[in-house]
């Protein structure tokens, strides 16, 4: 499958607008407690008075349900829906209340790792694993006040573990199902004034056939798709003096990953990927504290190579080799004022240059293509936040942000949050507009072969979006219940069009909207028990043509339960429910939208300490050998069993 073809089957399985093309710095503070978000305000604030709707995924969460990559923790967290194409190391990306994959800022250590050479920018969370990391905040809402282009529909802020304190770390192993293996370590600490943490994970998997028995190529076998990553990553700390500390963070990523053309068993495409990011800060604490500054320069590079060799069953590939590669360069400042007691200013100013460089080869006469283009953006944006009465907590934002391609944009954020200690409830509201930048390919990667032009013209999609809800804890936080209503309105939606017989284009031509709601009930009958019930409904519409969107389920339903019945022993459970989802059904005449069937997924952990510092673990996936397709066309696994050994020191 060509590049241009690849674009194309995207646009039209996870398209925001049924037609459009898709998808996918904040700094770590130093110690974040688990009842404060970072993510929401750019700088720690009590979970009470954030007014947003957000999910906190903390190290005890990802250990004790043993998620291994980001999109494993993430498709347990309300309002979010991940699309995998078919099992370990193939193209995922998130909806974040059923808008777009590329309206979701996802930051590690305040690095953005959107791919600027990717289908609109959108980043692919394939390859990112989750060992060394401390905590991921989901911040559902508009935040393009705080971070600029893409958060329309939130913030993904994954923050990976200081060292702290004498030497520690940890190592594991684990093996299962499609002949895996993964493995990983860490080791952290401080010595005087300087603090460290480097950890690494290797996987690599026999993988699967992505491709359902009804496309199977004639002759051709079952073809499994094997993957291999390594990891690595890093972060070092130096307090210079009292009031100044130097960090840097860093990333490394190497993957190899067969995969199957879009309906069709290929027995050699394959992908390897590298991905590598750094990041330097300055954190300077002045006036007693109550100015907190920090200067930050970080750079990310992901780079693709896409290959697909002759073969007895399709012949001379069309597309035999493309090359991609996205680089990002991005310098802040970003300043926290204490005014007084109750009145607190966070504002900064932040630039980013954005560039892309690919070349596509194709047989049989076609041209080949290629691209070498960039973009420079610069804004300002400041938020203020205001406590007048105890419990209360007022906020309010706005930014400006100049792009080299379409100028300026302009966005603002309000909202509230008040807590009532005395019955344990707590209200919270905000309105806020955001935008989404074209991307590079929208702007600058034409296929003149096929027809079609990019447009540098392309405006921003804009958005509106609101949200109101409540949280109510009883019997002392024992039991937590809460409901939150939320809607988005995006416009300018940024869509294909005719420019002529033959040819083609993009346009902002399209509007969309979702709308709905999410609720959870979580109760703890006593100590070594927890129990909790999430639901997300979601309505998305294509307001152009009166469909729904594909790819996002109407209803979302995850139930977990943990019990330690002896302190050495966990054990938990989980069911995941996906239904009303909407998808193009390519194999029937002019390609109708179609409703998959429903399906349901239960997974099953535990893990025993068998000493101190040893840990035997294990899971099932899939108990009930669901065979789902999602996105329609791409297979996911049936059932499958891991297991493992963990050592601490």
Sequence with gaps: MTPFQNRLRIACLVALPAASFPAVGQ?????VLPDTVVAADRVPVPVERVNASVTVITRQDIERRQFRTLTEALGATAGVSPLNSGGPGKTTQVFVRGLNASHTVILVDGVRIADPSGVNGAPNLAHMRLENVERIEVVRGPMSTLYGSDAIAGVINIVTREGLGKPSGELFVEGGSFATFNAGGAVRGSVERLSYSFGFAATTSAGFSATPSQFATPGAPADADGYRNLSLNGRLGFQANDWLKLQWFGRFAAAHSAYDQF???????VEDHRHWSQRVQADLDLLDGRWKTTLALSYAETWRRDT????????VPFAPLSTNEGRSLQMEWKNSLTLTDKLGFVFGFDSRRDAIAGTNMYNF????????????????YGNLRFSPLDGLSLTVGGRIENHSAFGTAATFRTGAAYTLKETGTTVRASVGTAFK??????LYFDFPGFGF????????ERSLGYEAGVEQTLLSNRVKFGLTGFYNEVSDMIVVSSCGAFCSTLANAAQARTQGF???VQVSPVESVTLRVDYTFTDAQDLTNGRELTGRPRHQIGASASWRPIPAVRLGAEVSHRAGRREFDFTAPGTPLVQPAEYTLVRLTASYDVIENVTLFGRIENLGDSRHQEPLGFAQPGITGYGGLRLSF
């Design 308 to 315: 697909d060799g002759t073969d007895a069953f399709n012949g």
């Design 518 to 520: 999410e609720t959870f």
């Design 453 to 460: 032009f990019a447009n540098p013209n392309l405006k921003p």
């Design 263 to 269: 309906l069709l068993e290929d027995v050699n495409t």
């Design 437 to 442: 930048a074209p991307s590079l390919d929208q």
């Design 365 to 380: 006469g076609s041209p080949s293509t290629s691209v070498d283009a960039s973009t420079f953006t610069v804004g300002g």
């Design 27 to 31: 700094q770590a503070a130093p110690v």
